[in-house]
């Protein structure tokens, strides 16, 4: 799948998986109970121990899109794209890492923070522009009054996402909402498999409700 293709699926389904997890075994067990809960993106950031490996295993599944989170270097980047990733995501902006990930046709997601960070990454031609921290610098309302100067650039969001606001990020256009790794992980553990699931699940009806009363308003006004 190319990087146009993928973001367009992105887009319809919204949520991202950031798994973050301490063992490589967790993070298969994370990703995998997401998954069985409607998720169709996971993020494997780099901290987890054997990072490659669980994005290689997961890449062969087909229900699910895997990618490589805290990316800071070039080398990692290759490395990921390597074994299977289909983007490529970090919490800063590391621009030389696009140019790595378009040569591959695997897309690119840089971290910002600023009204002069978006505009760089805009301008490097990252696929989408990682928001972060998304709720210290304002959530929703910074997205939507980031929209304004820039209405072309798509948005990622990570940091504070939940039951609360996520239907608040579709309805102001963020095309990846990232359920962060701390909640997933503490929800698994505390609550067990089955519960994770079904939150999971109730994530995926909110964005999914979410996202067609936004097409059907915009399609009564036309």
Do not use: W
Request: glycine residues 8%.
């Amino acid at each position: 799948m190319d990087r146009i293709q993928l973001i367009s699926e992105l887009f319809a389904s919204r949520l991202v998986a950031v798994v973050r997890s301490k063992s490589a075994d967790e993070a298969l067990a994370l990703a995998r109970a997401a998954a069985e809960g409607g998720i169709k993106f996971v993020e494997i950031t780099f901290s987890v121990p054997g990072a490659l490996d669980v994005i290689k295993e997961l890449a062969g599944r087909k229900d699910l899109h895997v990618g490589a989170g805290t990316v800071l270097a070039p080398q990692q980047a290759e490395r990921a794209i390597g074994v299977g990733a289909e983007f490529v995501v970090s919490p800063s902006l590391e621009l030389n890492l696009i140019s790595i990930c378009h040569v591959a046709d695997v897309a690119c997601f840089p971290g910002a923070a600023t009204p002069t960070e978006i505009v760089a990454a805009q301008r490097a031609r990252a696929d989408l522009v990682k928001i972060f921290p998304a709720d210290l610098a304002g959530g929703p309302y910074f997205i939507r009054q980031m929209r304004g100067p820039f209405p072309d650039v798509r948005f990622m969001v990570s940091g504070g996402v939940s039951m609360k606001n996520v239907t608040d990020y579709v309805r102001v256009g963020v095309t990846g909402i990232c359920l962060g790794s701390a909640y997933l992980e503490t929800l698994l553990a505390e609550k067990g498999r089955k519960h994770f699931v079904k939150e999971m699940q109730r994530f995926v009806k909110s964005a999914d409700k979410a996202q067609a009363k936004k097409a059907a308003s915009r399609k009564s006004k036309q």
